[in-house]
């Protein structure tokens, strides 16, 4: 029973576009959400939060955007540049709290030259 | 700032082996957690710990595998005996538990290959 979910396996994006990548999620308590990167033989890294008060927050490139009613999240990249190449997680807490986290299969993002 | 420091990187052992992983986390930080990442299963919680006191160990898979948290700056998972299905990336992270939000930091994983 997979609580988070990212259904694109993988995404190809041209240099300077936009990356858009999903995530959906089926508990209703879970209202603290993060995207990490994770670059090959490293661990995760935290990119960016946002709180299910919110319906966005931006940090440079990077835009997370929630729809509670959908239960949905996306993280948008722009502009994409190669070194954005790396796996995205999706991850989601409930209470508010960064424990106990539930990771999403992840998405690996391409950003071509 | 060092990070989270986990050891070895790599593992290779044999089935019925015991292995000790072992992370040091980010100091000052209060909450440690323990991850296996399989290609079948993602990346999945396998325990954390508060204040060095287990909290929820209800990722842990079987009773062959063992946490323990004796410090504030030092964890070890053990399996024993290992078998190959076992075979993983195994990372610690550490988190300054505030009382709500706050990303947990990730260690470079162990590669753990059990033959």
């Known amino acids: 029973d997979q609580q988070v979910k990212q259904n694109s396996p993988s995404l190809s994006v041209q240099e300077g576009r936009i990356s858009i990548l999903n995530c959906d999620y089926t508990?209703?308590?879970?209202?603290?959400f993060l995207w990490y990167k994770k670059y090959p033989a490293e661990g995760p890294t935290f990119l960016i939060s946002?709180?299910?008060?919110?319906d966005k927050n931006e940090d440079g490139r990077f835009t997370v955007f929630l729809n509670k009613s959908a239960k949905h999240l996306s993280l948008h990249i722009v502009p994409s540049q190669p070194g954005d190449s790396a796996v995205y997680f999706c991850?989601?807490?409930?209470?508010?709290?960064?424990?106990?986290?539930?990771f999403g299969g992840g998405t690996r993002l391409m950003v071509k030259p | 700032d060092a990070g989270v420091i986990q050891s070895p990187r790599h593992e290779v052992t044999e089935m019925g082996q015991e292995v000790t992983l072992r992370c040091k986390p980010i100091?000052?930080?209060?909450?440690l957690f323990w991850y296996r990442q399989t290609m079948m299963r993602g990346l999945e919680l396998l325990i954390y710990?508060?204040?060095?006191?287990?909290?929820?160990d209800s990722g842990m898979p079987e009773d062959r595998f063992s946490a323990k948290m004796p410090n504030a700056s030092f964890s070890t998972l053990k399996i024993q005996p290992s078998e190959p299905r076992d075979s993983a990336v195994y990372f610690c992270?550490?988190?300054?538990?505030?009382?709500?939000?706050?990303?947990?930091?990730f260690g470079p994983g162990t590669r753990l290959t059990v033959t």
């Open positions: 992270a550490s988190r300054l538990n505030s009382g709500g939000g706050g990303e947990q930091y």
């Open positions: 508990n209703s308590m879970f209202d603290y």
């Open positions: 946002i709180s299910s008060i919110k």
């Open positions: 991850a989601a807490a409930a209470n508010n709290a960064g424990n106990m986290l539930t």
């Open positions: 100091s000052g930080h209060n909450s």
């Open positions: 710990f508060n204040n060095n006191v287990p909290i929820d």
